[in-house]
């Protein structure tokens, strides 16, 4: 068995849509970024690519490549997926929280669970979303970002 953490934080802007765990969430800003800018999946990512020892999202999707400027990052998971079926790993289970002073997430936590049950291959029952302010503190309480954390146990098959 095979541990791995991921962390990613993104900024608040104009004019873009707002994408968290593969959804698109109503709300006045998106999140600055490269790809659609998907803090969620890009901590699941990491968290993979951890737990197999194979470095960290942007050795695989370097924000200089111009051919994923705006990417669904569904698509990047999809290929993480991939490394860890070459790796032969399957999914122990997946704990992801997202911190977001606004807005709320809890009618969306279904369908991003569905999203990486589906991306990944997994039981819907192994992927646990739980979303959480930081009452008003920091960059996140303030509305500048939101952040996510991802833990995930992946196991030999």
């Known amino acids: 068995m095979r541990i791995g953490h991921g962390y990613d934080a993104h900024c608040f802007v104009e004019g873009r849509p707002l994408v968290l765990g593969g959804v698109s969430i109503s709300h006045s800003k998106g999140l600055d970024g490269h790809s659609d800018a998907d803090v969620v999946i890009h901590a699941v990512c990491d968290a993979l690519l951890g737990a197999m020892g194979l470095g960290d999202i942007g050795v695989y999707f370097p924000n200089t490549d111009m051919k994923l400027k705006d990417i669904d990052s569904r698509v990047l998971l999809r290929q993480i997926f991939d490394l860890m079926k070459e790796n032969k790993f399957i999914i122990g289970n997946l704990d992801i929280t997202i911190l977001a002073q606004e807005p709320k997430m809890v009618d969306y ?36 970002g939101i952040a996510a954390h991802a833990v995930v146990l992946l196991s030999s098959n």
Do not use: H, V, W, Y
């Open 109 to 144: 936590i279904p369908m991003m669970k569905e999203n990486f049950a589906s991306d990944l291959n997994s039981s819907i029952s192994l992927i646990n979303i739980k979303a959480t302010t930081t009452e008003g503190m920091g960059f996140i309480g303030r509305g500048e």
